[in-house]
């Protein structure tokens, strides 16, 4: 088979383990082994081909940030079949929410849970599950469907792989709009969507933020960076129904008290917080 990963190995000093472990969920790694060294820890993470290595290498940085003095080793591709099953024991399923279970396709028929699978194929667009603030957003969004019960229409905003979608209608959403500023996260929707047997389920556009949305739904869901959070909240009542609420995710906690400012600066209202590690989200109301 003409299957092969990519491989980038790293050294980072004492004490660099968990920031190493920690960037390999979030830069999308599929699997990585770490070694103990007489001085400092060597990482080696695998990555899918889907994307060449110098993407991988962009998003491991990102990832890393400034925090950790690392030194890259070596990098390359291994083609060798054993990594295949490897990348796929990665990934195993993991909770969401008080009912969600996301797995990857390979593990959706042992995963065994009495919670609603959200089956989401690892690729390059984000929303594997694996990331905090994809969680936050699927716990925020059984709050929101408690509150405004089933049938409720919905515009997810950077969807990625569209699994704040895919759990929308999970729970009942009947129209669900997507958009994405990146056009080519669509195959991946699609195939998701396949995956959960959803096909056709969403309407997906590409698109800025809000720029150009010409619908009314109730709820809003956008875990993006704060930044464009900030930047889209002027538009919200513009699109949101008079019952409308908002999940925003993708903050840190250290962004809380400067967003809830921006939320009552924008006539909307904080109906429920939550937070994972550095990561934090809020389900709002236009109730303001
Ligand atoms: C953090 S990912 C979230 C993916 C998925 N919704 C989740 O919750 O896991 C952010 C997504 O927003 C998209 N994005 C970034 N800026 C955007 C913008 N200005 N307008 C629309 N989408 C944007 C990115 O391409 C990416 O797919």
Same mark, same amino acid.
């Not at 929707?189 to 997906?204: C, P, S, T």
């Not at 995710?249 to 006539?267: H, M, Q």
């Not at 550095?278 to 236009?286: F, I, T």
């Given at each position: 088979? /003409? ?8 050294k980072?000093?004492?004490g ?7 960037a #390999?969920d979030?830069?999308?790694?599929? /699997?990585s ?18 994307n ?9 940085l ?13 990098? &390359? ?19 969401a ?7 990857? !396709? ?6 065994g ?8 194929? !690892?690729?390059?667009?984000? &929303? ?6 994809t969680?936050?957003?699927l /716990?925020?969004?059984?709050?929101a ?22 759990g929308?209608?999970?729970?009942g959403a ?8 990146? /056009?080519?996260?669509? !195959?991946?929707?699609r ?11 969403v ?6 933020l ?14 993006i ?18 019952? &409308?609420l908002?999940?925003f ?12 400012s #921006? ?6 209202? !904080? ?5 994972q590690?550095?990561w934090?989200?809020?389900l709002?109301?236009?109730?303001a």
């Amino acid at each position: 088979m /003409g299957s092969f990963w990519w491989y980038i190995t790293l050294k980072g000093p004492d004490g660099s383990e968990e920031a190493l472990m920690s960037a #390999a969920d979030l830069a999308g790694s599929c /699997g990585s082994e770490i070694q103990e060294l007489p001085e400092g820890v060597r990482i080696r993470y695998y990555f899918l081909s889907s994307n060449d290595l110098g993407y991988w290498q962009m998003r491991l940085l990102e990832a890393l940030g400034d925090g950790v003095d690392v030194e890259v080793e070596d990098s &390359g591709k291994l083609e060798n079949q054993q990594w295949y099953r490897v990348c796929e024991e990665g990934f195993t399923p993991v909770e969401a929410g008080r009912g969600f279970i996301i797995t990857a !396709p390979w593990h959706a028929q042992s995963c065994g849970s009495d919670r609603i699978p959200l089956i989401i194929k !690892p690729g390059s667009a984000f &929303g594997t599950g694996y990331h905090e603030s994809t969680r936050i957003a699927l /716990g925020l969004l059984e709050d929101a469907r408690e509150m405004l019960g089933p049938g409720f229409t919905l515009l997810d905003v950077g969807t990625g792989s569209g699994i704040l979608a895919i759990g929308a209608i999970k729970l009942g959403a009947g129209t669900v709009y997507a958009r994405d500023l990146d /056009g080519t996260v669509l !195959p991946e929707l699609r195939e998701n969507l396949e995956l959960n047997h959803l096909e056709g389920a969403v309407q997906f556009e590409e698109g800025d933020l809000l720029k150009g949305f010409q619908h009314r739904v109730d709820l809003i869901t956008a875990n993006i960076l704060k930044d464009p959070l900030i930047s889209m909240l002027p538009h919200v009542h513009g699109v949101l129904s008079p019952r &409308g609420l908002c999940v925003f995710s993708g903050l840190l906690l250290s962004e809380r008290e400067e967003f809830l400012s #921006a939320l009552e600066a924008n006539r909307l209202r !904080p109906e429920k917080e939550s937070s994972q590690g550095d990561w934090w989200g809020v389900l709002a109301s236009n109730k303001a």
